[in-house]
Nanobody, 127 residues
């Protein structure tokens, strides 16, 4: 069955870095995009980034552009989210999810378009 397992979260000081991993299994990786979302307490789940399986193109939320980088290792069936220059407002539970098509379209940040989700990993940015 489809499985997505996130790891790499933790506590980091402002300005620090973390790398999240999303290990995927149970589906043909070339057919589906992978997205990263986050949800802070009392807030809606929001799209952070997405990577297409068709051509490796990427999308980012404006709030993380220039600080976060999404990438994939096809040999390991793993998608990464490198997070640099972290801010307290980045504090949230981060989820990876499988999209329904092989590219990140204009609606890439709509959680409703992602059918399978990991369990999430907590990221806390605090001094």
């Amino acid at each position: 069955q489809v499985q997505l397992v996130e790891s790499g979260g933790g506590l980091v000081q402002p300005g620090g870095s973390l790398r999240l991993s999303c290990a995927a299994s149970g589906f043909m990786r070339n057919y589906y995009s992978i997205g990263w979302f986050r949800q802070a307490p009392g807030k809606e789940r929001e799209g952070v980034s997405c990577i297409s399986s068709s051509d490796g193109s990427t999308r980012y939320a404006d709030s993380v552009k220039g600080r976060f980088t999404i990438s994939r290792d096809n040999a390991k069936n793993t998608v990464y989210l490198q997070m640099d220059s972290l801010k307290p407002e980045d504090t949230a539970v981060y989820y990876c999810a499988r999209g329904s098509i092989n590219r990140c379209g204009s609606s890439w940040d709509f959680p409703e378009l992602f059918g399978f989700w990991g369990q999430g990993t907590q990221v806390t940015v605090s001094s």
